[in-house]
């Protein structure tokens, strides 16, 4: 009987381990503004595992493939691991009633890259290689095991 092979465990293993090391490391970092802000945190960043299904249910040969493990984060999140140099044009800011205006400038932020860091420390991509590793090697045996057994019989 063929088993059906489904990388949906690792995956959830894998985001676990990824999640809790990304919050470990961001939870070190200030409030993007000081009080309450409009945007999430990087304190509530996440890696969302991402999947491809392949087969048929109805043939019974419908198996599921870890395709991607990806990070979600507010957008100032990528722009403190990348960096920034750009012109912002001028333009206008409301709070609390007064409105403020402010010329157009250069923005600047170097890179500090944390995002490395954070895949590293997980210890994520070791245990992905080897648990995806350990579920081919057992489809491809199994595979093989089938075309030898039908080829004897022709």
């Known amino acids: 009987m063929a088993q059906n092979f489904n ?7 894998a ?7 990304l919050r470990g490391k961001t939870r070190g970092f200030a409030n993007h503004y000081n009080g309450v802000s409009r945007e999430k945190s990087l304190r509530e960043a996440t890696a969302v595992p991402r ?3 392949y087969g048929l249910v109805r043939n019974g040969n419908r198996n ?3 395709r991607a493990i990806s990070l979600k984060m507010s957008k ?16 206008s800011r409301e709070r609390n009633g007064t409105v403020y205006h402010f010329r157009n400038h250069m ?3 170097t890179a500090k890259p944390f995002i490395d ?12 290689s080897e648990k995806i590793a350990e579920s081919r090697g057992e489809e ?6 089938v075309s030898i057994s039908n080829f004897q019989r022709s």
């Open 7 to 13: 990388d949906k465990q690792i995956g959830i293993q």
């Open 15 to 21: 985001s676990g381990r990824l999640t809790a090391a």
């Open 51 to 53: 999947y491809k299904n």
């Open 64 to 66: 599921t493939y870890l």
């Open 76 to 91: 100032h999140g990528y722009i403190r691991h990348y960096g920034v140099d750009v012109s912002r044009s001028a333009g």
């Open 107 to 109: 923005m600047k932020q």
């Open 117 to 128: 860091e954070v895949i590293r420390r997980s210890g994520v991509v070791n245990f992905v």
């Open 140 to 145: 491809i045996a199994q595979n093989l095991a």
